[in-house]
């Protein structure tokens, strides 16, 4: 498999689109758009595998499943990771031979898209510093008069900045890096140490995506209840994910109910209205 220059340029442009944070009210930028599950499905297409695109996504998006932005911090950048993580690990897999669905092929798939999302780092803050430039120029419009100008602040000179870092390296890696992992497939054979670690190491990513997860909605051990379950039917059962979801809505029903009749119950009473009350007032009188 390769990728060509059309088909690097067609990845450059769904990587600045899913850079925009704000674009179109968030539904189409980077909390859409650029997601390792949405990366793949997109990269499936423009590389002319659509099972693979998938498979590597959702590989993919375990590692990231929780990952956020506080505060314009990022320990990886899924831009990076789904457009250029995902061809990358799709033709790595391809020069491998191994199956799209293969346990091999996902743990491959996760050790690159942490590698390129770490990398990406670079990128995110490489855009957000060339933005300052433009943020300044408005200000100087702002400050002269000049409203008109802020126009072309927002709606035209960022994309210099996505043009610059994450068009051309998106191009750049995408095309010339298929190169660079089909020749690694001599030098890293399959049976050797340094692909067995990337299988270890890919295996062990998504354990940091779930415990991230955990850590932002999990506060007593009693939380814990609902994924012990899931794993345990996935386990035991041989459910995949979307079965195991199916099932859960069952006990999702039963926590709604079960906190409603709780609230309910803890309502106050209504206070009577009665004739028999007396007042603060009439007691103090009759004092």
């Not at 089909?182 to 140490?193: E, F, S, V």
């Not at 794993?231 to 041989?238: G, Q």
Request: glycine share 10%.
């Amino acid at each position: 498999m390769t990728i060509s220059w059309i088909q690097a340029c067609i990845l450059g442009i769904f990587a600045s689109l899913s850079s925009m944070p704000g674009m179109a009210g968030s539904t189409i930028g980077n909390y859409t758009l650029g997601r390792p599950l949405v990366g793949g499905l997109v990269c499936g297409l423009v590389l002319g595998d659509l099972k693979m695109g998938i498979a590597a996504g959702v590989a993919m998006q375990l590692v990231y499943i929780a990952l956020v932005t506080p505060g314009g911090t990022v320990s990886a950048d899924v831009r990076a990771v789904s457009y250029i993580g995902i061809p990358l690990a799709m033709v790595a897999i391809h020069s491998q031979g191994l199956a799209a669905t293969s346990a091999n092929a996902a743990d491959l798939a996760k050790s690159m898209g942490t590698l390129v999302g770490t990398v990406g780092t670079v990128l995110f803050y490489g855009t957000a510093t060339m933005n300052l430039v433009w943020q300044h120029m408005g200000w100087r419009a702002v400050e002269k008069g000049d409203f008109h100008k802020l126009y072309a602040v927002d709606w035209g000179y960022p994309w210099i900045s996505h043009l610059i870092f994450s068009f051309l390296p998106t191009v750049l890696m995408t095309h010339f890096g298929a190169n660079a992992v089909q020749a690694l497939k001599t030098a890293l054979p399959m049976d050797g140490i340094p692909m067995k670690t990337l299988f270890t190491v890919g295996a062990l990513l998504p354990c940091v995506g779930i415990a991230i997860l955990l850590k932002q909605i999990v506060d007593s051990p009693v939380d814990f209840i609902p994924f012990f379950v899931g794993f345990t039917f996935a386990a035991s059962l041989k459910l995949n994910l979307v079965s195991v979801t199916v099932v859960s809505l069952i006990f999702a029903m039963i926590s709604y109910k079960l906190d409603m009749a709780i609230s309910a119950n803890r309502q106050p009473a209504p206070v009577s209205s009665g004739g028999g009350s007396v007042t603060d007032d009439e007691e103090d009188e009759d004092i």
